[in-house]
């Protein structure tokens, strides 16, 4: 099988070279990379503790048990202005496309006028940015508390409102009920893919070195590996990797230097660990800087491929920079629409070719107009039906539009773009993770060998191409 007969959503996407001949070293984040989750169900019970949470620690209304979750609310990439309780979709320059008041969404004429032509500074601290699909329950909950407050007429912090609703869910992910939960009905939130393992197996067999680097620690890590990797596999999926690192704190992994300990791979405790790093060991914490040492690699022989935009590859690129590469779930459906939508990406581009020419045309009948003082009957004649196209030509566009959107986010639309621009997530993306995928099988289509290469970006002054 070829690239080029890959079904779309298998395919790996390339923003920068990355010849693997020179990578020793694959390193694997776990949940949503290497685990693949059911992630209505999973953000679904994470809401349900959340509500609770706030409810018993913060003393929030019962009422809001009845909130239903609506895990098409939240996407990644949006940016929630917690001064204010707006949810915003911003393109790579900062300025808004799309934008809510808690889930109520504002009408063109007011989103203009409340944001206008300016960008908003995102470095500000007022603005939180969902990176990863664990943020779906906190960011429905905030919404939805935003809109109970407002319909009570009462003075609204919602700064204060994100900050209890964050604590709660960060606490969540932190206790036992969320992934007790997952242990105890593991069917219910993950997904096995054996192409997954397959993957890994292949580039193991053509000598790269497999490293798990994980948040989560090693019990909760070992019970979903088992359920995920150990029925595709004739030993436990310890013996795959080369290396397993558990509750290495990432980002600060790759920034501090915290120092390893090792775990006892039968009863999960620690021990203090003062010697070298080893091939085959099991420890956790750690830094990135350590395990380069006393491995003898140098950074650009290690790949690392991870989730979350800000914890997985930004924060790696900018200190230590490892290559990089992002699983972007979301693009296992986003893939296939624009394959689909590809011949109305035509016919529209087409249309706006031919408006342009059009408006063109108008430009030299209001010239003419002007030179002759407005009374020249024929030009006024072709400019008013040149309005008319012009009129029709955008309502067929228009809908084309709208024809192409479908079955993406019905709120937001795409994950990648903002309008016609790109998204600040798909900013981000294309600025630091060497390759992007919807999911780690898609290794499993690609030569351990393969050199990746990306396309020639076209700037605005360069001729169009047909690839």
Same mark, same amino acid.
């Given at each position: ?14 923003? %920068?070279?990355?010849?693997?001949? *020179?990578? &020793? ?8 990379? #290497?685990? *693949? ?21 913060? &003393? ?64 500000? @601290? +007022? ?27 009462? &003075? ?8 209890? !609703? ?6 969540? /992910? ?12 593991? @069917?219910?939130? #993950? ?24 948040? @989560? ?17 004739? =030993? ?9 690192? !558990? ?19 039968? =009863? ?45 590859? !930004? =924060? ?10 992002? !699983? ?12 689909? *939508?590809?011949?109305? /990406? ?19 009948? %209001? ?36 024809? =192409? ?41 690609? @030569?351990?060998?393969?050199?990746? +290469?990306?396309?020639? %970006? ?10």
């Amino acid at each position: 099988m070829t690239e080029k007969t890959l079904r779309s959503d298998c395919k790996i996407f390339v923003n %920068r070279t990355l010849n693997m001949n *020179t990578i &020793k070293m694959i390193g694997f984040d776990m949940d949503y990379t #290497l685990a *693949t989750y059911n992630v209505p169900a999973f953000e679904a019970k994470a809401y349900e503790i959340l509500t609770e949470k706030l409810i018993r620690e913060y &003393k929030y209304p019962e009422i809001i048990r009845t909130f239903v979750f609506d895990n098409d609310f939240i996407i990644r990439g949006l940016v929630i202005d917690t001064e204010t309780g707006d949810f915003l979709k911003v393109n790579r320059y900062g300025f808004v496309r799309i934008a809510s008041h808690g889930t109520k969404f504002y009408s063109f004429e007011d989103q203009k006028e409340k944001y206008g032509p300016n960008g908003i500074d995102l470095s500000d @601290s +007022r603005y939180y940015i969902v990176h990863t699909l664990f943020s779906q329950a906190e960011g429905c909950m905030y919404a939805q508390l935003v809109d109970y407050y407002d319909s009570k007429s009462e &003075k609204v912090n919602y700064r204060q409102l994100f900050t209890e !609703v964050r604590k709660c869910l960060n606490d969540a /992910h932190q206790e036992e009920a969320l992934k007790g939960d997952v242990v105890k009905n593991p @069917s219910k939130y #993950l997904i096995k893919d054996q192409r997954i393992v397959d993957a890994l197996i292949k580039f193991k067999k053509f000598g790269k070195k497999l490293a798990l680097i994980t948040n @989560s620690d090693y019990d909760y890590s070992r019970k979903v590996m088992e359920y995920c990797f150990d029925p595709f596999l004739k =030993t436990p999926w310890q013996k795959l990797f080369d290396l397993v690192i !558990v509750a290495s704190n990432k980002p600060e992994y790759f920034t501090a230097r915290n120092r390893y300990q090792k775990v006892d791979p039968e =009863t999960g405790l620690l021990s203090n660990f003062y010697g070298q790093i080893e091939w085959n060991g099991l420890y956790q914490g750690g830094n990135a800087t350590i395990l380069e040492k006393h491995l003898g690699l140098k950074p650009s022989e290690i790949l690392y491929i991870g989730d979350h935009i800000l914890g997985d590859v !930004v =924060t790696l690129k900018e200190t230590i920079g490892w290559r990089t590469g992002l !699983v972007v779930q979301e693009l296992a459906e986003e893939v296939p629409i624009l394959e689909k *939508t590809q011949k109305l /990406h035509q016919q529209i581009a087409d249309k706006m070719a031919e408006k342009e020419a059009l408006e063109d045309a108008s430009l030299e009948m %209001r010239e003419q107009m002007w030179i002759k003082s407005g009374h020249h009957d024929s030009a006024r004649k072709s400019f008013d039906e040149i309005k008319k196209q012009l009129i029709k030509l955008d309502e067929e566009i228009r809908d084309l539009i709208f024809a =192409t959107q479908d079955g993406f986010n019905k709120n937001w639309g795409e994950v990648m773009r903002a309008g016609n621009e790109i998204s600040r997530f798909a900013t981000l993306v294309e600025r630091y993770a060497c390759i992007y995928m919807a999911g780690i099988a898609n290794l499993f289509y690609y @030569s351990p060998f393969k050199y990746y +290469r990306s396309k020639r %970006r076209l700037l605005a002054h360069d001729p169009d191409l047909d690839y």
